[in-house]
């Protein structure tokens, strides 16, 4: 039983570059013992992450992660079984923002900035599936 979960949340004013990269490591080191693989954006002060795999795994993940207190108002946007991962070479890639295109950004929301509490989770989901078509996800494992 394959589930996909994606979530925003709000950075707290101390996440900054290394804090980001403390954040991948973990995740890297953690997210293959229990099957999990995913996406991590971060960009204006927002998190956007894609976990998927095992509904137990995910589901458990996904609450340890909700209450870290490097990030606040997390919300849930997208969560669905699933017959096959779209993110599976990736126990978590992470968004090239220097590759961020802003007329991808424009194609799916009113600013070219990043902003998944004003826009659907299937918007979200799309933008992520196009970052991975033109290679912006970086950090394959
Ligand atoms: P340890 O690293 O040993 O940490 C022990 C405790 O300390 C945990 O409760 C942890 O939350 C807390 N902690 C550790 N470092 C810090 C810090 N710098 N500031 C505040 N609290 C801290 N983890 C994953 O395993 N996979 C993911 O995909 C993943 N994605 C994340 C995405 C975001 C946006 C954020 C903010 C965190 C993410 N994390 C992820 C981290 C997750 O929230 C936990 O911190 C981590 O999983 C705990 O790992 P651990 O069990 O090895 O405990």
Known sequence: ML???MYASR???AVDHE??????RKSKANNPAVGVTGVLCFS???FLQVLEGGRSAVNKLYN???SDSRHTNVELLVYEEIGERRFAGWSMGQVNMSRLNPAL???YSERATLDPFSVSGQVSMALFQELMATASIVGQS
């Not at 804090?19 to 991948?24: K, M, P, Q, R, S």
């Open 44 to 46: 204006g002060g927002i």
């Open 105 to 107: 950004l424009l194609k």
């Open 11 to 13: 950075a707290v004013p």
């Open 3 to 5: 589930v996909r979960l």
């Open 19 to 24: 804090e980001l990269i403390a954040i991948l």
């Open 64 to 66: 340890r992660i909700a």
